[in-house]
């Protein structure tokens, strides 16, 4: 997959960031889906596992300065995990849910990143894109990097409006999911199926 996405990007004559996606299929065929001409919300994994800033790099390419390093130079350790805090009701098909926070409080600690731009009194207007946070943790090990998420997300408190915390919360310690069996059938069927079903 990463030599048909350099390919991708050379035919196109691409030269900044970009994310080249695909569809893997359960025989391990992957199909091209699309390219993002741009910085990648997901870019924080990567900026985890590598230590290479890449909004800063971009910055540089921008400014006609060389990338510093090749591919062969750049490394990636351990496992990383993001989850977009988003302003919505999960349970009322995923509506914005803007408003005044009144209280808020991020998780921290070794291997926990917080993105965000909100803070106690901002108040979420209802007319842009409901993500108003990412949390990102980073582990030696996959389930490091999912135990690590399990408390983060226990940690976060945003109150005023609601959020998808606990949507989170249900992904990250489904069991299907620690285990790495999940597609894109996943969601609708461990997690919005079985809140039905408790309903």
Request: glycine residues 8%; aromatic residues 10%; neutral net charge.
């Amino acid at each position: 997959m990463g030599n048909v996405a350099i390919k991708v990007a050379k035919t196109a004559g691409y030269t900044s960031c970009g994310t080249v996606e695909f569809l893997v299929d359960n025989d391990r065929n992957f199909y091209f889906m699309e390219m993002n001409t741009r910085i990648q919300v997901e870019h924080p994994i990567t900026e985890m596992r590598t230590g290479i800033d890449l909004v800063k790099e971009q910055i540089k390419i921008a400014a006609g300065e060389e990338l510093k390093f090749r591919q062969k130079d750049i490394e990636f350790k351990g496992n990383a995990i993001e989850c977009r805090i988003n302003a919505e009701k999960p349970e009322k098909n995923f509506m914005p849910s803007p408003g005044k926070i009144n209280e808020i409080n991020f998780p921290g600690g070794n291997g926990i990143r917080i993105d965000t731009a909100i803070y106690n009194g901002y108040t979420i207007p209802p007319n842009y894109d409901s993500m108003i946070a990412k949390i990102i943790t980073y582990g030696a090990s996959r389930n490091e990097a999912i135990s690590k998420m399990k408390r983060a997300l226990e940690e976060l408190v945003i109150e005023g409006i609601d959020t998808n915390r606990d949507f989170l919360f249900n992904i990250i310690k489904n069991p299907n999911f620690i285990r790495g069996n999940y597609d894109t059938s996943f969601i609708d069927k461990e997690i919005l199926r079985r809140d039905a079903k408790n309903k």
